[in-house]
DNA sequence: TTGCTTTAGATTGTGTACAATCTGTATTTT
DNA sequence: AAAATACAGATTGTACACAATCTAAAGCAA
C-alpha cells in the first residue's frame, strides 16, 4: 500500500490532469482514487474540493467531481484572453523581480532545457508549467494569479501534443521557445517591463500559432496527386 | 438547533466575509462554527476548502483557516488591477449579452436602487456585488471570471464604508453610481462593447476615488482656526 | 533573567460507519 | 405499447471517534 501525503496527492493529481492522463472532461471517482493511493475518503473530498476551487475540477452537488472540459467555447475565451494576462503577468514579474526568485526560475528554465535537449515531452510540459507559475509568483498579484493558473491549466493541456515534436521544423520551435524563456529572464532580471511584455507576447504568439495548426491542420490533398503546398495555397 | 443547508452556509459565510462581520484576517474556528451552524465539521471542512479556493479565506496545513487579510500591498495589487479585468469583463458582457440574463441584472439593479433609497448599507453593498458578479457571468469567460470574483471580494470589503454615508455629497455619489450600472446595463443591451468599457472605467473613478479618501482623508487642521479647505489647499 | 526542554491542552487531520440521494431497471397502470 | 412509478444498487454526504500535530505554559539549566 504506497503511503502517501494529502499535498503530495494534491499534486499528483493536478500533474495527471495536466498531463491528460485523467481526460477534459472525466469523473473523478471517489472509491477508485482512495483505492489508488491508499488515502480515506474524507482527505480526498477535501483535495477534490481544492482541485475544483483552483480550476482543474468541477463539483456538480451529489453527482460527483469531473475534470474540467475543454470545448471549442472554452479555446475562443483561451485565445482571447490569455495574450492580456500574460502580458500583465511579464510586466509585473519585471517590475518585483528579486534575486532569489530569479534564479528559482533559472533553474527551472534549466530543468526545461534539459528536458528539451533529452526529448522528454512530458518533462517538457510540466517544467514550462512550473516555470510560469513561478513568472506569474514574483509578480505577486493575487488579483490575476488566479487567471494566470486556470490560463497556465489548460495551455499546458493544450501542448501536450506541441512537446512531442515530430519534425525537424516543430523541434526548432521548441527550440525558440526555450530561448525565449531565457530571454524573458533576462529581462526580468533587468527590471525591462517593456522588454518583458514584447518578448512574453512573442513566446505566446508562437505558442498560439502552433496550437491553431494542430486544431487546424493543411487539410488532406482533394487530388491525391497533389501536394500539400498546393492545396495549403489554394485554400 | 437551526437547520441549515451545505450551500446556505456556504452563501452566509461568504456574505459576512464581505460585510466584514468576520473581520479580514481572523481565523475561522471550526467548533464555533460547528457549534453556531449545527453541522459536523466533516461538511465545515469542505466549505472551508471551498472558501479558500474562491479567495475569501486561506489554509494553512495544521494551523487553520483564516479570512483573507488586506494590508498596503494587496491594495496596490488592487488598484493596479481592477481596471483591466472591470474594463475587459465589461466589454465581454457587451459582446455576449443575452435578453435573459440583462432581466436578470435589472432585477438585481432594482433592488440595488431599492437599498439605495431606503439607506440600507449592507443591502446596498450585497446587491452591487451581485450585480458585478452577474456581469461576470453574462461575459462567460472562465479565465477572467477568478480575478473579477477576487476583485469583487476586497471591493465589496473596502466599500463598506463608502454606502453607509453620511454627507448629502456622499450621498450624490451613491445616486451617480446607482445612474452608472442603468447605463452599462443599457449598453450591454444594445451590445455596445466600446460603451460599456467607457461606463466601466467612469464606474471605477468614481470607486476608486472614493475609497482613496477614505484611506487617505484631508488631514486635520494643524491650526484649529484653520478651516478644512485651507489646509487641503496647503498639503 | 534568559533560553531551552518538557508536557498538557487544544486544534487539526483521518478512518469508518451510517444516512441521504441519485440512477437505472423492472413492474404496474393506462 | 407508452408512460409513470417503485425499487435495488451504487454513489455521495454526514457524523463521530480517534490519531497526529501544534501551542503555550511550566520547569529546569546556564
Redesign the interface.
Known amino acids: 500500500m504506497p503511503k502517501i501525503t494529502?499535498?503530495d496527492l494534491l499534486d499528483t493529481l493536478r500533474q495527471r490532469i495536466l498531463q491528460l492522463d485523467i481526460a477534459p472532461g472525466s469523473v473523478l471517482d471517489e472509491a477508485t482514487l482512495c483505492e489508488a493511493y491508499g488515502v480515506s475518503r474524507?482527505p480526498l473530498?477535501?483535495i477534490l474540493?481544492?482541485l475544483?476551487?483552483?480550476?482543474y475540477a468541477r463539483i456538480q452537488?451529489n453527482r460527483g467531481v469531473s475534470v474540467s472540459s475543454m470545448d471549442i467555447?472554452?479555446m475562443r475565451?483561451?485565445f482571447?484572453?490569455?495574450p492580456?494576462?500574460y502580458a500583465?503577468v511579464a510586466r509585473?514579474a519585471a517590475e518585483n523581480a528579486v534575486p532569489e526568485k530569479i534564479a528559482a526560475l533559472r533553474a527551472v528554465q534549466k530543468s526545461f532545457r534539459a528536458a528539451v535537449e533529452t526529448a522528454k515531452p512530458r518533462d517538457m510540459a510540466i517544467s514550462n508549467h512550473k516555470l510560469h507559475e513561478m513568472i506569474g509568483s514574483m509578480a505577486?498579484?493575487?488579483?490575476?494569479s488566479?487567471?494566470l493558473?486556470?490560463?497556465l491549466i489548460d495551455h499546458t493541456r493544450m501542448s501536450q501534443t506541441f512537446y512531442a515534436a515530430r519534425s525537424k521544423a516543430e523541434q526548432a520551435l521548441i527550440q525558440t521557445a526555450c530561448d525565449q524563456h531565457d530571454d524573458m529572464i533576462d529581462a526580468f532580471e533587468a527590471r525591462l517591463p517593456s522588454r518583458a511584455v514584447e518578448l512574453a507576447l512573442d513566446h505566446w504568439a508562437l505558442s498560439r500559432d502552433r496550437i491553431e495548426r494542430y486544431v487546424r491542420p493543411d487539410p488532406l490533398p482533394v487530388n491525391p496527386h497533389d501536394t500539400a503546398e498546393e492545396v495549403r495555397d489554394a485554400v
Open positions: 494529502k499535498s474524507t473530498r477535501e474540493h481544492r475544483a476551487g483552483e480550476g452537488p467555447e472554452t475565451n483561451f482571447q484572453t490569455a492580456m494576462i500583465s509585473l505577486g498579484n493575487p488579483y490575476l488566479p487567471s493558473q486556470r490560463l
